[in-house]
């Protein structure tokens, strides 16, 4: 029962250019998205969020966008730059329920 | 302030053989969640704590796996008897409140032989 999925194990970028990295989810309770970074070795760092109330979301180059209706959330990281190179997970939330899914993952690799 | 510490980093065991996984939530902190990272799953929520207290224990894989948390600044998971399949990166988190951004230890990783 996968109620949050990253379609997509991996993505290549170069450097400079915008990062798209999607995430898809089933349950329509869900009202808080957040977005984590795992360098290897090393636990997810938390990245940016975003409230269903807001369709986007800024913090410096990254920026995550929400559509509700087609229950789709993206980050985009503009411009891109190696260090970004990491694994980004999607977690979405029930805000007052404390229900909480993780995606799979994307791999991003950026190249110089 | 320090952040979520577990240990060990690496665990090497034969099957059958007991493992217990440690942690320790960044303080004040009343919020403890322990994950399971495997290649075709992503990242699994196996339990919650809330105030040291089992809230969710549904992601449990089945009877070997047990986790406690005798106080706020201690948990521990425990597989008996371990089993090839269990062999995976565990991750420790905790956060102040359930739906608060959750900060994760570097992970345990889990070699069953």
């Known amino acids: 029962d996968q109620q949050v999925k990253q379609n997509s194990p991996s993505l290549s970028v170069q450097e400079g250019r915008i990062s798209i990295l999607n995430c898809d989810y089933t349950?329509?309770?869900?009202?808080?998205f957040l977005w984590y970074k795992k360098y290897p070795a090393e636990g997810p760092t938390f990245l940016i969020s975003?409230?269903?109330?807001?369709d986007k979301n800024e913090d410096g180059r990254f920026t995550v966008f929400l559509n509700k209706s087609a229950k789709h959330l993206s980050l985009h990281i503009v411009p891109s730059q190696p260090g970004d190179s990491a694994v980004y997970f999607c977690?979405?939330?029930?805000?007052?329920?404390?229900?909480?899914?993780f995606g799979s993952g994307t791999k991003l690799n950026v190249k110089p | 302030d320090a952040g979520v510490i577990q240990s060990p980093r690496h665990e090497v065991t034969e099957m059958g053989q007991e493992v217990t996984l440690r942690c320790k939530p960044i303080s004040g902190h009343d919020y403890l969640f322990w994950y399971r990272q495997t290649m075709m799953r992503g990242l699994e929520l196996l339990i919650y704590?809330?105030?040291?207290?089992?809230?969710?224990d549904s992601g449990m894989p089945e009877d070997r796996f047990s986790a406690k948390m005798p106080n706020a600044s201690f948990s521990t998971l425990k597989i008996q008897p371990s089993e090839p399949r269990d062999s995976a990166v565990y991750f420790c988190?905790?956060?102040?409140?359930?739906?608060?951004?959750?900060?994760f230890g570097d992970g345990t990783r889990l070699s069953i032989l």
């Open positions: 704590f809330n105030n040291n207290v089992p809230i969710d």
């Open positions: 349950n329509s309770m869900f009202d808080y």
């Open positions: 977690h979405s939330l029930v805000y007052n329920f404390n229900k909480f899914y």
């Open positions: 975003i409230s269903s109330i807001k």
């Open positions: 988190a905790s956060s102040w409140m359930g739906n608060q951004p959750q900060h």
